[in-house]
T-cell receptor
Framework: DSGVTQTPKHLITATGQRVTLRCSPR?????VYWYQQSLDQGLQFLIQ???????AKGNILERFSAQQFPDLHSELNLSSLELGDSALYFC????????????FGDGTRLSIL | DAKTTQPTSMDCAEGRAANLPCNHS???????VYWYRQIHSQGPQYIIH???NNETNEMASLIITEDRKSSTLILPHATLRDTAVYYC??????????????FGTGTLLAVQP
């Protein structure tokens, strides 16, 4: 158990809809990261938050947004969903200090019908 | 972040040591080597990381060559549950965009009974 909790585990929805994925980081971790894993792209970094502030952005679509709340949990919002958004979405968290490893949750499997 | 090269796949007999190599010839002085594994669409699991000294924990050992251009992850007594894709990742230790993990295609380790 990594200590990172993601909900829901599975999500099935239709094209054009909007969903919210939730992540609770390990106790004490201030950094949260979101990654997407699709069959053709592998694991791709989307975005990082540190103590409520956006820290780094990867190849995140404009239809996607995220935020980190004062209690440090994070949400990834995906809107105007397309078939190609079907993927596993992972959240990771890490502590401060150089070299701290990221610990991943079990992911949310998003299926767009 | 430096690029890594790993074999696509490897086999190992159950109970034997599994030695997974990784080349990172362009690694810079402030970059760590991290190892993760992913078992069948579960979240990536952190295994170990190191800067220049060899490291050991309850899961594995990490051997880094003196010039730091390559490393080997050693699972001392592989079991069937160690069958997974193993990722070797080089990452800088400073904040900002360098905190993201860049996953390659990894090595599929198949432990045979």
């Amino acid at each position: 158990d990594s200590g990172v909790t993601q909900t829901p585990k599975h999500l099935i929805t239709a094209t054009g809809q909007r969903v919210t994925l939730r992540c609770s980081p390990r106790s004490g971790d201030l950094s949260v990261y979101w990654y997407q894993q699709s069959l053709d792209q592998g694991l791709q970094f989307l975005i990082q938050y540190y103590n409520g502030e956006e820290r780094a952005k990867g190849n995140i679509l404009e239809r996607f947004s995220a935020q980190q709340f004062p209690d440090l949990h994070s949400e990834l919002n995906l809107s105007s969903l397309e078939l190609g958004d079907s993927a596993l979405y992972f959240c990771a968290s890490s502590g401060t200090g150089g070299g701290q490893p990221q610990h991943f949750g079990d992911g949310t499997r998003l299926s767009i019908l | 972040d430096a690029k890594t090269t790993q074999p696509t796949s490897m086999d190992c007999a159950e109970g034997r040591a599994a030695n997974l190599p990784c080349n990172h010839s362009t690694i810079s002085g402030n970059e760590y080597v991290y190892w993760y594994r992913q078992i069948h669409s579960q979240g990536p699991q952190y295994i170990i990381h190191g800067l220049k000294n060899n490291e050991t924990n309850e899961m594995a050992s990490l051997i880094i060559t003196e010039d730091r251009k390559s490393s080997t992850l050693i699972l001392p007594h592989a079991t069937l549950r160690d069958t997974a894709v193993y990722y070797c990742i080089v990452r800088g230790i400073y904040g900002g965009a360098t905190n993201k993990l860049i996953f390659g295609t990894g090595t599929l380790l198949a432990v045979q009974p």
